[in-house]
């Protein structure tokens, strides 16, 4: 079964952006090749095995490479119109204009407190159940308002899935913590299938396929991560929301996840809150740098190819943080 | 001439000065003090040992007399001299049992309420009130439900469970003035519902907010996620909850003595009036002609003393083993 | 294969959701309906109770004594009040030192494993049937020595120390453990520590288990039938004679059957839940209200 196997999107999906998708990669690879190596020196990683190498061992193909440059116009998955959030009477983010792009993997990086995770939680109405909770402004997802009131929140959650700073498994089998949110969806036919595909996915398989009813709680932490991500996709959404997944993770399993993402982003659209710029850089297509402006309220500040943001960032701001994460 | 301080003490010339502190009071205060507190312990284990001690040999009349057979011999007839647990034993399960069933459905659902559904300013609210239903006193719940309660259960609850349900023989005609298990079911479950109510809802809150947002997150509705991820991680507790409301159904007395009819005998139906050993120790023990009567009345006691330690220590395992496995 | 929606679409319930969330709606109205009839059965109660008693509420009832025999309408339930004040007293300086005690033993000195095996005897005297209680004490005393109130206040102890004794151990042991490290390293002796610094700190939780667990006591039966039901009417206080409390005086006017006997015994009734209902909920406020302000 084939990654790029469109039983994801029905009728009337956009093919340039399914195309675009593996160009991706390679432009986010050569534009991250510098900080890379650095990042992997510092790191003491050993080298990722490049997505190259994974096609030439047999493993699922993606379409061929697209040059960046003569990029098409990408599909727009969420729009956000000057979003703010408030819990209460204190504002936590304001005027967050942005839009971020089907295929891609956008990375929400900013100092610890600077609103990217409540901005992140807000795109699947994961905030909702907070207290005192309220948003502003325009928040659209493939142009439907998501906060309207005839939006359903569940279904929301079901298009758009997220994956935790801390690995969550359920207390339940290998099996049938994939299983579970699809048999609830009525996905009932094939779910050994399912969760093999779900589980390849999640670059997990190999490791697990002997164990599946063991329980989840047995497996490292790396491997509860991948887990996570294997449940989620399993139901097939279309957005991925990564809330610094790889925070509580050890290098070697950081760089699976990191490498999990590239493969993703073909599917998937992906959004990622990390506090690491070098993982940033290693693998997001585009980057939103937030941070807390002169009244302590968090905000975007610039929001750019990941390349252009690291090279060129256009904000004094945004420098400031890079060179001083670097320095 | 020296104009120096005068030598300081070492720090292990202070460390020693702190411990001489600890004088000669001190230290035998302290040991006072843990030998009351010791006592204290040792007392409630004394006295736990001197109930059963009390119990058994109360029960020794009757038990040189009957030995086991008591448990399964049904008469109990005092004039005659003849007494038999059966009866009172099989009283004492249909009205746990019965308001076991009612008081989980209803205990648990309103833990789930007052822990997943409610908005924080309501559960306040709502939850000590729930609780207070465990203070109201059984003398007084069994007046009101003498009054209040057996006329409505007999004119309209039995017969509407006896058309829908007696072909299960166990919703009889309704009979007499609505004396019956049924009656006590349904007053136990009045002082059982508080006590599950308010364990399951400590239970509930303790399932860590990660495993709930992850289920959410991945499109599933409320009732979803409850059933798939809360009940299951606590299941254990639950458990726990249940038995020690079963421990506290059989063991009542008073209440039960007032609604349950106060006639030994054993009958399919939950409408016929009947007996259970809590209710008949109150009933007939202030009264009990013979010393048999009253040791019988001591075996009865000391059977229901077995199922309540029994069931004490049954929750109190299950639940431990619910937080090893954690 | 289930068809996956395409996520263009608007943002309404796709596939079998609305069905899964009619079940989920149905499911939480059913729990908001059991919360409800749970408040409603408690209201009903009351207001029933209130409704049959609360015309005999007078000085003279809670003071006057019954009178003999005769179906009388006047008459009162003040000896009743006056012994159960009585027996729950020396319940209470019974069951409170040993309750604190226990629970300083399990707190401070116990070691695990004798500490658990007490534990466990502090929660089986929690789950004793109070009827078993009261036979305890009646073979133990009152078939030996003749009813009397020191056999009721026996009995209720028994009923009071696992109340007080596990309220106890939680206060104690929220106390922080800086506190104790501060004392500690003052070089304070241990009692002292004990006595000046745990007790007073936990005290909140303490009086309010005890408060509690009076109103439980003054409450129960069963403990009480066997060992203090006296057939002499008027006030009782010798300690070594049995005393008239309130919820055997509801039993024995209940018995009596006629009119003005069970109107009193409503009354009676009516006296005592509002009395424990009010105390039950004033503890609790006290007590929320004291730890926010001491931010425990």
């Known amino acids: 079964m084939s990654l790029s196997d469109s039983s994801l999107v029905g009728a009337g999906s956009v093919a340039a952006g399914t195309e675009a998708a593996p160009g991706s990669e390679g432009a986010a690879g050569a534009a991250a090749a510098g900080g890379q190596a650095a990042a992997e020196q510092t790191a003491g990683v050993r080298p990722r095995v490049r997505l190259s190498e994974r096609i030439a061992a047999g493993q699922p193909a993606t379409a061929p490479s697209v040059n960046r440059t003569a990029a098409v116009e990408r599909q727009v998955v969420f729009q956000s119109r000057n979003v703010s959030v408030d819990y209460g009477e204190k504002r936590a983010i304001d005027s967050v204009t942005m839009d971020i792009n089907r295929n891609y993997a956008t990375a929400l990086i900013g100092p610890s407190g600077c609103g990217k995770t409540t901005f992140l939680r807000c795109l699947n109405r994961m905030n909702d159940s907070i207290p005192g909770f309220s948003l502003g402004g325009e928040l659209l997802y493939h142009g439907h308002d998501l906060y309207d009131a005839r939006a359903n929140r569940v279904e929301v959650r079901r298009r758009i899935g997220m994956v935790f700073q801390k690995p969550n498994p359920f207390p339940k089998s290998i099996y049938d913590n994939i299983a579970w949110a699809a048999r609830n969806l009525g996905m009932r036919d094939g779910m050994d299938e399912r969760v093999e595909r779900a589980l390849r996915g999640a670059a997990l398989w190999d490791e697990v396929k002997d164990r599946l009813k063991s329980s989840a709680m047995g497996l490292s932490g790396g491997q509860q991560q991948r887990l996570c991500i294997a449940r989620s996709i399993a139901i097939e959404p279309d957005v991925l929301l990564l809330d610094e997944p790889a925070s509580a993770l050890d290098p070697i399993a950081t760089a699976l996840i990191e490498d999990l993402i590239h493969e993703l982003k073909a599917r998937y659209t992906i959004v990622i809150v990390t506090h690491n710029m070098q993982q940033a850089m290693r693998v997001a297509d585009k980057t939103a740098f937030f941070s807390l402006d002169e009244s302590r309220i968090g905000t975007l500040i610039e929001y750019d190819d990941t390349d252009k943001l690291f090279s060129r960032p256009a904000d004094s701001r945004t420098r400031d943080y890079i060179t001083g994460q670097f320095g | 001439m020296s104009t120096l301080a005068p030598p300081q003490p070492s720090p292990a010339q202070n460390k020693r000065a702190v411990l001489t502190r600890l004088n000669n009071t001190d230290r035998r205060a302290n040991r006072a003090l843990k030998l009351l507190a010791l006592a204290g312990g040792a007392l409630v284990f004394l006295v736990l040992i001197a109930v059963v001690y009390q119990v058994i040999s109360g029960a020794s009349l009757a038990f040189d007399k009957y030995g086991f057979g008591f448990i399964v011999h049904k008469t109990w007839i005092a004039p005659a001299n003849e007494y038999g647990g059966l009866t009172f034993i099989y009283g004492t399960l249909v009205t746990g049992v019965g308001s076991l069933i009612l008081s989980t459905i209803l205990g648990v659902s309103i833990g789930l309420f007052l822990s997943l559904m409610a908005p924080r300013r309501v559960a306040i609210v709502i939850g000590p009130l729930v609780e207070m239903l465990a203070a109201i006193p059984s003398v007084v719940l069994g007046l009101i439900g003498i009054y209040l309660l057996l006329p409505f259960i007999h004119s309209d609850i039995e017969p509407a469970l006896h058309s829908v349900l007696g072909f299960t023989q166990i919703f009889g005609p309704a009979q007499g003035a609505g004396n019956s298990p049924f009656a006590a079911i349904l007053v136990l479950t009045i002082m059982v519902v508080p006590i599950i109510a308010a364990l399951t809802r400590d239970l509930f809150l303790t399932v860590p907010r990660e495993l709930r947002d992850g289920a959410e997150a991945l499109g599933c509705t409320r009732w979803e996620m409850i059933r798939g991820v809360v009940i299951p991680t606590t299941q254990s507790g639950i458990t726990a909850a249940c038995v020690l409301g079963f421990g506290r159904a059989i063991g009542e007395a008073i209440a039960v003595a007032l609604v349950i009819g106060g006639v030994p005998a054993m009958h399919l139906s939950v409408f016929m009036s009947s007996y259970t050993i809590g209710s008949v120790m109150a009933n007939v023990a202030p009264s009990a002609i013979s010393s048999l009567e009253t040791s019988s009345l001591f075996y009865l006691g000391a059977i229901l003393l077995v199922m309540g330690i029994t069931t004490n220590l049954a929750a109190q395992r299950i639940s431990s083993r619910a937080g090893r496995i954690r | ?296």
């Open chain 3, 1 to 296: 294969m289930s068809a996956i929606p395409d996520p263009t679409y608007a943002l309404t319930a796709s596939g079998n959701l609305r069905r899964r969330q009619a079940i989920s709606r149905g499911f939480v109205a059913a729990t908001i309906a059991a919360a409800t009839l749970a408040v409603a059965v408690l209201i009903m109660l009351v207001y029933y109770a209130a409704k049959q008693g609360v015309s005999q509420l007078s000085v003279h009832f809670l003071t006057a004594t019954l009178p003999p025999g005769s179906p009388g309408a006047s008459g009162g339930i003040g000896p009743a009040l006056a012994g159960t004040a009585e027996m729950v007293l020396m319940a209470t300086i019974i069951a409170l030192p040993v309750g604190v005690l226990t629970a300083l033993y399990l707190a401070e000195f116990a070691s695990p494993r004798v500490g658990k095996v007490v534990q466990t005897g502090l929660e089986q005297m929690a789950g004793l049937p109070t009827i078993i209680i009261g036979m305890f004490i009646y073979g133990l005393v009152t078939l030996h020595f003749g009813q009397s109130a020191i056999a009721g206040a026996l009995a209720l102890s028994i009923v009071e120390v696992p109340l007080i004794g596990r309220a106890s151990l939680e206060a104690i042991r929220r106390v922080p453990g800086s506190l104790r490290e501060a004392a500690d390293a003052l070089g304070v002796a241990r009692w002292r520590t004990v006595v000046g610094v745990i007790l007073p700190t936990a005290s909140n939780g303490i009086v309010t288990a005890t408060i509690l667990a009076v109103a439980r006591a003054a409450g129960e039966t069963a403990p009480v039938l066997l060992n203090s039901n006296p057939s002499t009417l008027g006030y009782q206080f010798n300690p070594l004679q049995a005393v008239p409390n309130v919820p055997v005086e509801i039993l024995t006017l209940l018995n009596l059957g006629y009119p003005s006997a069970v109107a009193k015994a409503w009354g009676a009734a009516f006296v005592l839940i509002v009395a424990i209902l009010a105390i039950n909920i004033g503890a609790r406020v006290w007590l929320r209200r004291s730890e926010r302000k001491r931010g425990l």
